[in-house]
């Protein structure tokens, strides 16, 4: 009779150790699925399969995070960031989880939280070049320029080929008024991408403002070739 006993225990011992690995798996497989799903854009079958990953293992960070990051596809920026909240709970050194939070916060307008959130990101990794472009976005909404300025020269000097850090620049020193250094900002922003409508437009206007008119009209029906809606700017400046 103990030998029965010792084999009974034996085979339930391994009875939970094969569930426990099935259950492991199984949260895998759901979790994978909802990444191929995210990548497909269907952000609904992701969260369906990232939800089911998260009830089979409540303490995957990763799934809350991407969860999150459907939600905020799916511009459900309130449950993108009750999601990456849970994320950072499980992992507070979680850098993407605090960045992607502060986006979907911005999104709501909620910029003080949103610069938090990517203090928090910078300061676990300061060479986050994405945190600083973004912060520096925040600011100019709040209408800190010369924090902006600051956050997208940092971001450039992490990554010199940054288009969107000296195109933002440029937008902040406009605001500013600094005409010629928001030039200097969209030269460069031009010279990386010959083809952003956006710079040319905005570089059209900056020149208007220092009277060089030709250059102004010139950049802006460069903007309009470029698909660019910039039908406004040629009538004011192509006079």
Known sequence: MKKLNIT????????????????????????????????????????????KAIEIYPNDASAYYNRGNSKNDLKDFNGAIADYTKAIELNP??????????????????????????NKAIEINPNYADAYLNRGLTKNNLKDFYGA???????????????KAYYNRGISKDDLKD??????????????????????KNRAISKYFINDLKGACEDAKKSASLGNDASKVIEIVCK
């Open 8 to 51: 009974k225990n034996i085979l339930l011992t391994l009875t939970l150790l094969v569930s426990f690995v099935s259950f492991g798996q199984t949260a895998d497989e759901y979790f994978n699925s909802g990444n191929d799903k995210a990548e497909a854009n269907d952000h609904y079958g992701a969260i369906s399969d990232f939800t």
């Open 93 to 118: 050194n979680y850098t993407k989880a605090y960045y992607n939070r502060g986006l979907s916060k911005h999104n709501l307008k909620d910029f003080y939280g949103a610069i938090s959130d990517y």
């Open 149 to 163: 300025i600051a956050d997208f020269t940092k971001a450039i000097e992490i990554n010199p080929n940054y288009t």
């Open 179 to 200: 005409y010629y250094g928001a030039i200097s900002d969209y030269n460069k922003a031009i010279e990386l991408d010959p083809n952003d409508a956006s710079a040319y």
